[in-house]
């Protein structure tokens, strides 16, 4: 028989990081916001304009931007700081959001001025979702990365909870523009908390950290950004599986889309309300978060933010 081992098996490292927790609570702000806008935004395009067109309107006003500047997004991603990325966007969400809440506020029936404000949420969204893909190997140790993300998909199971029952009930006894105003207001502060975040990149290593001198040159900049957005569209059409599933997912989210975001909602305005189809949500959520992440799942996830 072996002798017994002196060596105790080592803790798995923790993801709470000083980086971690500014990050966490800033996503958790922005996460309960957000969750509140599709109920505040359908419920309240119906009721100033009564029209389903403008609410699609709306909608397409955030989603093409979104979708069309994704690989742009991309990106600058890679090359830019991701905290003062995601500091930036979280701030032109918070700014467009805010003008979103006063269009309702103030009763302006200008259509336009909203889908300025939906499109501006759209750009910020096509740069927001990449930083956040890769930044949590910036904040926690190698090991952790597999319980930072299950910490972060139940966080936002619960935040996507909590949200669409609050608008409901916003919608229900105020107005759609007061959700819209808690929501500008959390993403707002959670670009501020995200400012805070020490040494957000030091950890990265970087790939163009030799080029970096050259792309403080607008030109030299501008000629790397062309050539690594041309080599990713490239790369990704070169695949015809990875184009078929991509554009099939596209599809199949902007069906689902329009049930939950205009169908939805235009049947419910004249049966449950607004307060019931913001508790149809939040039971449809509850399941999720119940279950929450697997440990086989936040292993997976793990490895795919590594390879961001």
């Known amino acids: 028989m072996p002798p017994p081992s002196d060596v105790s098996p ?33 419920f309240g395009v119906l009721r100033a304009t009564g029209s389903t067109t403008d609410l699609g309107l709306v909608l397409a006003a955030n989603t093409i931007p979104m979708v069309a500047l994704l690989l742009v997004g991309g990106v ?4 830019v700081p991701r905290r003062a990325l995601l500091t930036f ?33 759209g750009f910020a969204s096509a740069f927001t979702a990449p930083a956040l893909r890769g930044i949590i190997t910036d904040l926690v140790p190698h090991d952790a990365i ?3 993300n299950a910490v972060r998909i139940t ?4 935040t996507r909870m909590l949200g669409p029952a609050a608008a409901g009930l916003l919608v229900a ?17 959670a670009s501020a908390v995200l400012a805070t975040i020490p040494n957000a990149d030091a950890a990265r290593p970087s790939a163009h950290a030799s080029a970096r001198p050259d792309l403080l040159r607008v030109g030299a900049a501008l000629r790397t950004f062309v050539t690594d957005t041309s080599g990713g569209w490239r790369e990704f059409t070169s695949h015809r599986w990875l184009w078929l599933v991509t554009f099939s997912f596209t599809g199949m989210n902007v069906l689902i889309g329009g049930i939950w975001l205009v169908l939805g909602p235009v049947s419910a305005e004249d049966t449950i309300g607004a307060a019931g189809w913001g508790s149809c949500l939040r039971r449809g959520r509850s399941a999720r978060c119940a279950a929450g992440p697997s440990p086989t799942a936040s292993h997976r996830v793990g490895r795919w933010s590594r390879r961001c």
Do not use: E, K, Y
């Open 10 to 42: 080592s803790l798995p490292a923790s993801p709470w990081t000083p980086a971690f927790t500014r990050f966490f609570l800033a996503q958790c702000l922005s996460w309960l916001g957000s969750s509140m806008t599709p109920v505040a935004l359908s």
């Open 146 to 148: 597999g319980r930072a």
């Open 76 to 79: 600058v991603a890679d090359r």
């Open 173 to 189: 006894v105020a107005n759609a523009g007061w959700a819209l105003a808690i929501d500008a207001a959390f993403l707002l502060l």
């Open 89 to 121: 966007t979280h701030l032109v969400a918070g700014l467009a959001q805010a003008g979103s809440a006063m269009w309702f506020l103030l009763g302006v029936q200008a259509l336009p001025l909203l889908l300025v404000a939906a499109a501006l949420n």
């Open 155 to 158: 966080s936002r199971n619960l």
